[in-house]
């Protein structure tokens, strides 16, 4: 298979798939298959390529099979992995090879007033300027930051990433607009309450805080603020990052003596997003920085733009004055899309994808494919890829066939609580009737608080509602279950892994 379109749509699907299920930390995908491309597909061998020489020995040597792995959980079947060098998926490090090899090459063009959108995360921008000019006397070469990243990379014992924060600028990306999403009951007020913010940014709603489980859209809607924002004035300094990593850069800016620039880059800012900032929650230093950040930004009328799985008053481990700052805002849920809602999304999502489904086939996974908007972009890209490949049509036999993980029958949030306080249960070598019950042992306790948390994860149910499905508890209870157990995870990060664990198994039965 050579086609550009359909590889691209396979590979989306098997880095997808890195992301959610290897243990492979951000930043390390990020620096390995930042820039990578699937070039062809048979079922003997699956050719990549990666932007330079350095990045292609290492892969081959080190992620061939881990590739393999991925690439066999998408497509079914286990191609021999063959990794080449296409220095055009770096096109600056590949002129600046150029200009070390004496070759002439065209002057660079630059554009005018480029839109000054900051992601600050897990990926080295080829134009970052003079990155480890003071502390390493390199110059901003983007070759020599790319191999000293990769360097420090390998030289770290034990896997672990050693990238230092970055910022990658952003142009538009058309794919996070108000126009591709899709609107539905689930999502309306969310929506308008977005659309209203990036006309009147720092006016109307600030903070604009929205909240629901992942993959329900509220990093889009961020986004399509963003976009629409610098759209209109491409000279607005935006700032986007994730709760974590805000976290991270805080820790570094500590270590590096660095906390002038860090305050400096944050409180200037026209618009900041953050994103799943639940992360800061009983850090203290890390709330306290972005408590001061906050109230520099709002009295500047500066636009602030939350997300989190929950509520602010649900985060028990955040501190009040940064909660009441979050509620003085528009606080608004997104919650699973409907019936209606999701079969437009994947009539959506199957046109972008220049995939044609049925009207039965739609309707088939409308009605089972419940969980969120993320679950129904993979199914279509992985029936996208089983079509491609196979060059059959998408039927239901298809379906059922190729995403048979997607489509169990839709499970009741009570039951759903049944077997999460089952596989604790199981986990902490405690029964159901004892985490129900009143004893307060100190492993009963820990297991009934650990459930409480994954309950409170996994589902919608508010804490009234979680208090009478756990043995009649009130709200005060469950609410000090919670900030018990968050308490424990800062004083034990162990405790934090167990939680992951639990949860996969639990999305595996």
């Not at 990045?55 to 080449?84: C, M, N, T, W």
């Not at 709330?287 to 930004?297: C, R, W």
């Not at 602030?304 to 799985?309: A, L």
Request: hydrophobic share 35%.
């Amino acid at each position: 298979m050579d086609n550009i379109g359909d590889l691209s749509a396979i590979w989306q699907i098997v880095l997808n798939d890195i992301r959610d299920e290897s243990s492979m930390p951000q930043t390390a995908i990020d620096l390995w298959f930042g820039k990578f491309k699937m070039v062809s597909l048979s079922t003997d061998k699956v050719v990549f390529a990666s932007d330079s020489e350095m990045k292609r020995g290492i892969i081959q040597d080190k992620y061939s099979e881990f590739l393999a792995d991925h690439v066999y959980r998408v497509i079914g079947f286990r191609p021999e992995v063959q990794i080449v060098v296409d220095p055009s998926l770096s096109p600056i490090t590949h002129k600046m090879r150029q200009i070390r090899a004496g070759e002439a090459v065209s002057a660079p063009t630059f554009q005018v007033n480029e839109p000054d959108f900051i992601f600050v995360g897990n990926e080295m921008d080829d134009d970052d300027d003079d990155y480890y000019d003071e502390q390493d006397n390199i110059t901003s070469d983007p070759l020599l930051i790319e191999e000293k990243i990769i360097s420090d990379h390998l030289a770290e014992q034990g896997g672990r990433s050693v990238i230092h924060s970055t910022e990658k600028r952003l142009t538009f990306n058309p794919d996070y607009t108000f126009e591709n999403f899709i609107v539905g009951s689930s999502n309306s007020l969310a929506h308008s309450g977005a659309l209203a913010v990036a006309s009147t940014p720092g006016r109307k709603y600030n903070p604009l805080f929205l909240y629901g489980n992942s993959g329900l859209g509220k990093t889009h809607l961020m986004y399509s603020i963003a976009n629409k924002v610098l759209e209109r004035d491409p000279t607005m300094r935006v700032i986007y990052v994730k709760g974590e990593e805000f976290m991270n850069q805080l820790i570094e800016a500590l270590r590096e003596k660095t906390n002038s620039e860090f305050r400096e880059k944050y409180r200037k800012a026209d618009m900041l997003l953050i994103d799943d900032i639940q992360f800061i929650a009983g850090k203290e230093s890390t709330q306290l920085e972005f408590f001061h950040t906050f109230d520099a930004l709002y009295e500047d009328h500066k636009q602030i733009i939350i997300t989190s799985d929950k509520p602010p008053r649900e985060m028990v481990t955040l501190e009040e004055r940064i909660r009441s700052r979050f509620e003085s805002g528009l606080v608004v849920d997104i919650q699973p899309p409907d019936f209606e809602l999701r079969l437009a999304i994947l009539q959506n999502k199957a046109d972008q994808n220049n995939l044609v489904i049925p009207t039965d086939v739609l309707t088939y996974l409308a009605e089972r494919l419940q969980s969120n908007i993320r679950q129904i972009e993979g199914v279509i890209k992985k029936l996208g890829a089983n079509h491609f490949l196979s060059g059959l049509p998408v039927t239901i036999e298809m379906v059922r066939s190729c995403v048979p993980e997607f489509l169990k029958e839709s499970e009741s949030e009570n039951d759903l609580v049944k077997r999460i306080v089952e596989c604790v249960a199981n986990r902490f070598n405690t029964s159901p009737e004892e985490i129900y019950g009143r004893k307060r042992t100190k492993d009963i306790k820990n297991a009934r608080n650990v459930a409480t948390k994954i309950i409170r994860d996994m589902t919608s149910l508010s804490l009234p509602k979680i208090g009478a499905l756990m043995g009649n508890r009130d709200y005060s209870t469950v609410h000090s279950n919670l900030q018990a157990v968050e308490n424990q995870i800062v004083e034990d990060p162990t405790l934090e892994a167990i939680i992951t664990d639990i949860i996969k198994e639990i999305k595996r039965k």
